[in-house]
């Protein structure tokens, strides 16, 4: 039971260190790398390409750009990283199954990367723009304060590009067009890897509780035969 907590304890501490250290790593050179709009083709359907974005992921935005909707949104993250890590703990304490740990621990993850770049990038970076490569503290402090953050992007897989058919309008169109990052890529593997084997995933508990139950009827069984064959006295 100790050793099974301990493998769960070192899951998700290890899927987390690494999904920071990797997703910060990879802000912390595009940041001081790249302008904003700056591109370099990996290959033909998979592009670095930096972008900044005030919202969600994939560049979502809650209420318009520099006002109360990015506050907001960095505090709805805070409290969610603090129940899902609420929810990781209580899983491990309770013997989930490691899937579902890990699963969890790739959103948990995720959602701190995106926090912390709202939370101090603004104050330790100077501002990107298309003509300008932003400096690691510069002189005249950051572009903007706690929780108000830009979160950097750069990950752009263009899978396919070309126009609709005319009765869907003839309008050209870009597959996959969003630009996110490694937190964002994080959250939505942790999803759809539940989505996809959320029957071993959840089920895993159900199966020991049935072999327990079902133990705990041959045991019944065999003392009753025990207590039928003893002889009379």
Same mark, same amino acid.
Request: charged share 15%; glycine share 8%; hydrophobic share 50%.
């Given at each position: ?16 260190? @690494? ?86 621990? @790739? ?51 263009? @899978? ?32 759809? @890897? ?40």
């Amino acid at each position: 039971m100790m050793e099974s907590k301990n493998k769960m304890w070192w899951i998700a501490a290890f899927t987390v260190a @690494l999904v920071l250290l990797v997703d910060q790593w990879v802000k912390f050179y595009v940041k001081t790398h790249f302008a904003i709009g700056d591109q370099y083709d990996v290959t033909s359907w998979f592009k670095i390409h930096f972008v900044e974005n005030e919202g969600m992921a994939f560049g979502w935005k809650l209420g318009p750009s520099g006002t109360w909707g990015k506050l907001v949104l960095s505090l709805f993250r805070i409290v969610a990283v603090f129940f899902i890590g609420r929810f990781i703990v209580r899983l491990i304490k309770t013997e989930a199954t490691p899937g579902l740990v890990f699963c969890l621990s @790739l959103i948990f993850a995720g959602a701190i990367g995106n926090i912390l770049d709202s939370l101090y990038f603004g104050r330790i970076f100077s501002a990107s723009t298309p003509f300008d490569i932003a400096t690691l503290f510069p002189k005249g402090g950051g572009y903007a304060n706690i929780l108000h953050g830009k979160v950097v992007d750069m990950l752009y897989f263009p @899978l396919f590009e070309g126009y609709l058919p005319k009765w869907l309008g003839g309008a050209y169109f870009t597959f996959f067009d969003p630009v996110f990052n490694i937190a964002d890529a994080s959250i939505s593997v942790g999803v759809a @890897l539940m989505l996809l084997f959320h029957r071993s995933i959840f089920d895993n508990n159900k199966e020991e509780e049935l072999n327990l139950s079902e133990n705990e009827e041959s045991n019944i069984v065999l003392n009753n035969q025990e207590s039928t064959e003893l002889p009379n006295a």
